[in-house]
């Protein structure tokens, strides 16, 4: 597997920079070469490795499970603040959402050019919003209304306010990873903590999840899980309702749904899976109905919108002969090395969790619903990869990992411009 990845990265490498036919500089990765650090980076270059040295005591039995959560979060905050300044200072926390003079590129295809469509009135986003999704940048136009509702509900009006939203989402999939890894029951105290500890040093996370609003889905698909897998009837159906809610911001979070009904079933049974999958296709199939009747929203014209922009964006120039490989292998090498072989070596054994996420992320790529930007989009599968790794990482191995973890997060991001 290792030496098809390599294959995978070294014909992307050849086609991209001599044919450039593959849709991005830097195939299978979304990245351009820059070295650049600024003087800033020298807080990055102590903490990581630090960090990946002295968590591992976390996993001991005096911290609290309460303590540890709230160390994990704080822990996930700080790098990821850290790594975020060590390009542009404190100006790259939020410069990927920054329109005009001096912002990115990027600010463009964001949420904040969207915002606008919401001068009306909720009433009337959600009644035209399949008829305006053409027009919208394109982040916008490929999801459900729920992101600028979010940001209307927030206050959120500038790259600022949507820099934090996504900082402290990113952060917080640390501890929803360790409530994720309890909740599906992958082992003992000590597995669930080092799941935790895997995405706080995440390159995946890290580099790219950070600044993106897809650590924001990622959080409400971590969230939907952790209720989902539980024992008890009304916390099932509160996630049923979670997960309906989360798919009003992101179509991808349907792969959640299939994880979680992969896993219940080679936990539990298919009748367990049966009846999880029926409540979530209950709730989606309501929530849909009330915002349709309520305020004319159109899911079907929606779903077919956002298709169309999809087939004339830039996935038609990128071939699916090689982003059927190029888009899990650049999500498996920024997910690191060590974490994705734990993963593929956990589904070789039988794992549920490992076999889900496996499954789904195969599913994924061969159905060619994302040609690149994994780095970014699949962010939504890291919780449910880093439980998978942690079933099959031995504890005498976590500090070492962690450290390669820290080490690839700073040669990347010191020497590429990865955009998030």
Excluded at 195 to 217: C, E, H, K, N, R
């Amino acid at each position: 597997m290792l030496a098809l990845a390599a294959v995978t990265v070294a014909v992307g490498v050849w086609r991209g920079t001599t044919a450039g036919e593959l849709g991005t500089a830097t195939p299978p990765f979304v990245a351009a070469w820059s070295p650049r650090l600024d003087p800033a980076a020298v807080l990055a270059i102590v903490l990581l490795p630090s960090a990946a040295i002295l968590a591992p005591r976390l996993r001991a039995a005096r911290v609290a499970p309460v303590a540890f959560a709230a160390a994990s979060f704080a822990a996930a905050l700080a790098l990821g603040l850290a790594v975020g300044a060590m390009r542009s200072g404190s100006d790259g926390w939020a410069h990927v959402f920054e329109l005009g003079p001096g912002g990115s590129f990027e600010a463009a295809n964001e949420y904040l050019p969207g915002i606008p469509t919401l001068r009306w009135g909720v009433a009337n986003y959600l009644d035209r919003f399949a008829e305006t999704v053409p027009s919208q940048p394109v982040n916008v136009a490929g999801h459900p209304p729920g992101p600028l509702l979010l940001l209307r509900a927030l206050g959120i009006d500038g790259a600022g306010g949507l820099a934090t939203l996504c900082i402290v989402a990113a952060a917080a999939c640390a501890p929803l990873t360790y409530l994720l890894a309890r909740a599906a029951e992958a082992g003992p105290e000590g597995t669930a903590r080092t799941a935790a500890l895997l995405v706080v040093l995440a390159p995946i996370v890290l580099l790219d999840g950070v600044t993106s609003f897809d650590a924001v889905y990622a959080a409400m698909g971590a969230g939907a899980a952790v209720l989902l897998l539980q024992r008890r009837g009304w916390l099932i159906g509160l996630g049923a309702l979670g997960f309906a809610l989360a798919t009003l911001f992101s179509w991808a979070l349907l792969g959640i749904g299939a994880a979680v009904g992969l896993l219940r079933w080679r936990r539990d049974g298919w009748r367990s899976a049966l009846a999880v999958a029926t409540a979530c296709g209950v709730a989606v199939l309501v929530g849909n109905a009330v915002l349709a009747v309520g305020w004319g929203y159109d899911p079907i014209g929606t779903l077919r919108a956002t298709e169309g922009v999809y087939r004339h964006s830039l996935a038609r120039v990128r071939p699916y002969w090689f982003w059927v490989l190029g888009s899990p292998v650049a999500w498996g090498a920024m997910l690191g090395l060590p974490v994705i072989a734990a993963t593929v070596r956990g589904a070789l054994r039988g794992s549920a969790v490992a076999v889900a996420i496996v499954a789904v992320v195969a599913i994924a790529a061969l159905a060619g619903f994302t040609k690149a930007e994994t780095e970014r989009i699949w962010l939504i599968f890291v919780p449910l990869a880093c439980v998978a790794a942690a079933e099959a990482l031995p504890d005498r191995r976590l500090r070492g990992v962690l450290v390669a973890l820290a080490l690839q997060t700073l040669v990347v991001q010191a020497l590429f411009d990865t955009v998030w």
